[in-house]
């Protein structure tokens, strides 16, 4: 009952919030982690975990809180605290630590990051901006950057708005590039050189996507602009995702 406001909220996110709107194949790919340890959690002796009922207190006092005071941020900490307990109560803390990473995961599809969202919002737009105009001139056009967010070209005005920072591809992309690692299960090295690829890749992607816009707006027109705009985000998510699978595949990942 103390969760339930969460996980509806969670749910509405899904729906009304863009920065979650992957959130919806989290389960799937949980899933999909669990599944490659399959083996393994078959290895691990099933034990008494009696001790886990002491952790339920404490969460539960911490969940009040976060109930209390609509802390959202707190509440997402507690389910996931919540579901790790009962897996070592009732799996036993070997089972449960083997699948403790995949549990975790599920903090990409709760509503856990609004303050990094606030934070991270506006220095992501001018360094999209940044991109954007240096490629612009790499690709033959000659824009002048009137402010921080806005780049004019011949006849077309580019401003980067919220939506166009890229952090709503860089929170996706740290999602699935986490669920490469996840099911790789690889060394330490691989994990850093993965999670390294997620800023410069997502800043180049996205900027690339606003230089586009930017190309399209002076070639053929605002209206053009505006409705290429409108799909090129799922290209940018659809490329970013084939770039972190070869990447993975480089880097040694072969099942």
């Known amino acids: 009952m103390m969760f339930w406001p969460l996980l509806r909220g969670?749910?509405?996110s899904w729906i009304s919030n863009d920065y979650y709107s992957h959130g919806w194949i989290v389960p799937l790919l949980i899933a999909w982690?669990?599944?490659?340890?399959?083996?393994?959690?078959?290895?691990?002796?099933?034990?008494?975990?009696?001790?886990?009922?002491?952790?339920?207190?404490p969460i539960m006092l911490?969940?009040?809180?976060?109930?209390?005071?609509?802390?959202?941020?707190?509440?997402?900490?507690?389910?996931?605290?919540?579901?790790l307990a009962s897996m070592w109560l009732l799996f036993g803390f070997k089972r449960a630590w083997l699948i403790s990473m995949p549990i975790c995961f599920a903090l990409f599809a709760l509503p856990i990051w609004g303050s990094v969202i606030d934070v991270y919002t506006n220095p992501l737009q001018m360094l999209s901006t940044s991109v954007a105009e240096m490629l612009l001139r790499l690709f033959g056009f000659n824009p002048i950057k009137l402010q921080?967010?806005?780049?004019?070209?011949?006849?077309?005005?580019?401003?980067?708005?919220?939506?166009?920072?890229?952090?709503?591809?860089?929170?996706?992309?740290?999602?699935?590039?986490?669920?490469?690692?996840?099911?790789?299960?690889?060394?330490?090295?691989?994990?850093?050189?993965?999670?390294?690829?997620?800023?410069?890749?997502?800043l180049f992607i996205n900027g690339l996507r606003i230089a586009l816009i930017g190309v399209v707006g002076e070639l053929q027109g605002s209206d053009a602009a505006a409705t290429f705009h409108d799909y090129s985000g799922y290209i940018t998510l659809v490329i970013c995702f084939i770039i972190l699978f070869k990447f993975a595949r480089w880097f040694g990942w072969k099942d």
């Not at 911490?62 to 579901?83: K, N």
């Open 33 to 57: 982690q669990i599944k490659v340890r399959k083996e393994d959690w078959e290895k691990k002796p099933l034990t008494d975990g009696k001790w886990a009922l002491l952790l339920f207190i």
């Open 62 to 83: 911490v969940q009040y809180i976060g109930f209390v005071g609509d802390f959202w941020a707190i509440q997402c900490l507690m389910l996931v605290s919540f579901v």
């Open 10 to 12: 969670t749910a509405q």
């Open 148 to 202: 921080d967010l806005t780049i004019q070209l011949n006849s077309y005005a580019l401003t980067v708005a919220v939506p166009c920072s890229g952090l709503k591809l860089m929170v996706a992309v740290a999602c699935f590039t986490c669920h490469f690692i996840l099911i790789a299960r690889k060394e330490v090295s691989f994990n850093i050189l993965m999670l390294m690829l997620v800023v410069p890749l997502c």
